[in-house]
């Protein structure tokens, strides 16, 4: 068989896996390895379609965001899609991105908005005239589950926002998740009733969040952390963090941790320290994100195919266990 011969049948491998587990974590909320074995297997498959551009197809994994909508839920379209985020293992990779970002900004140096990477599932709640009148879960970023009913039960999430100059049509975004704490007394009384417990906080928000009795999401411990805006109708600030700060003052939940941060040196502190702080934070982190401070270089930078140019996850080191997929030959 020639060499290329046997590229795509790697590649045609990698995309099937890939695929599978997308289909366990994002319909099924039922992983069966740990992320870090898919961001490997992802990571090779995207090095394989770099070297092999010819391969390259937009249903690839690498070119798609997330998992479809399940069918059970009504079907909400997005107004803007909703990416994923480019992702990072080391801090050689991280000024890599800050230096394009520096090539882009023409400035000695560039304000980044540092926020944690959040554990949950994203989602989006549009408020219009100050009322929260609709809530999404991503889905595959153009089309999600329509979950009001139940994000409107999210205890720190107001069902009225308050304060001055609230947009007429605000879409805010940010991930729900599960309190450390609530997910273990959670996973305790399953145990007890005899039934399942979630593998980690992230799924059961997840299998929280998609139920169709809101009852049920209603009882278990969920919680939302803004982190960006959609569309509006109205004057938002120029900046990623100013714009934080807006919705904070509209009574919105933001993480607490948000900086913004000015050179190279200052942005791997933060890294470093929230690393150390991770175990006494009362949710689950995976790494941090960076963005471009500036909305006008973020919109000047613009996406790709499934992530935003102006923003980086530097993901923290995986803490389960990498267990070897069968059968998969990593040629990396
Ligand atoms: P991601 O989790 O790597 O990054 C994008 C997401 O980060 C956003 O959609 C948002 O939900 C979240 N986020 C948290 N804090 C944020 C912040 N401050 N600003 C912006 N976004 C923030 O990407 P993804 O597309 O949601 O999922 C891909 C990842 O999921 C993989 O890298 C892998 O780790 C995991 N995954 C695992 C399996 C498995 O089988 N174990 C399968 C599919 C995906």
């Known amino acids: 068989m020639s060499n290329n011969n046997q590229v795509e049948q790697q590649i045609q491998q990698f995309r099937e896996l890939l695929e599978e587990y997308n289909y366990q974590y994002y ?3 039922a992983p069966s390895v740990p992320d870090a074995e898919y961001d490997r ?23 798609k965001v997330g998992g479809a909508a399940l069918s059970k839920f009504d ?3 997005h107004q803007l899609p909703m990416l ?7 801090s050689e990779s991280l000024n890599d991105f800050m230096q394009r970002v520096m090539d882009k900004s023409a400035l000695v140096e560039t304000a980044f908005c540092i926020e944690p990477k959040l554990d949950g599932l994203a989602a989006s709640i549009i408020y219009e005239n100050g009322f929260l009148i609709q809530a999404a879960t991503r889905g595959d970023g153009l089309t999600g589950e329509n979950v009001t009913e139940n994000v409107k039960t999210i205890a720190n999430l107001p069902l009225r926002l308050r304060g001055e100059n609230i947009p007429s049509l605000l879409e805010v ?5 599960m309190l450390k704490a609530g997910f273990n007394k959670l996973n305790e009384g399953l145990i007890a009733a005899g039934e399942k417990p979630f593998v980690n906080p992230r799924n059961a928000a997840a299998g929280s969040l998609r139920q169709l009795d809101s009852k049920v999401a209603a009882a278990r411990p969920l919680a939302f952390y803004c982190y960006s805006v959609g569309v509006f109708e109205g004057d938002l600030a120029d900046s990623q963090y100013a714009r934080i700060e807006q919705l904070k003052n509209w009574g919105l939940p933001v993480s607490s941790e948000v900086k913004r941060v000015v050179g190279d040196d200052a942005c791997h502190d933060f890294y470093t320290n929230i690393a150390e702080k991770r175990p006494s934070l009362a949710y689950e982190i995976d790494g941090v994100v960076y963005k471009v401070d500036d909305i006008a270089l973020q919109q000047k930078m ?8 102006w923003a980086m996850a530097y993901k923290f080191p995986a803490e389960e266990a990498v267990t070897t997929v069968e059968n998969v030959e990593f040629q990396v």
């Open 27 to 29: 319909v099924q909320d």
């Open 84 to 90: 994923s985020l480019d992702n990072v293992f080391d």
């Open 302 to 309: 613009g996406f790709v195919a499934r992530a935003p140019r």
């Open 41 to 63: 297997i992802f990571k090779a498959l995207q090095r394989l379609e770099t070297e092999h551009p010819e391969l390259l197809s937009t249903n690839s994994p690498t070119q």
């Open 173 to 177: 975004r940010g991930e729900v998740f």
């Open 75 to 77: 079907q909400v379209t």
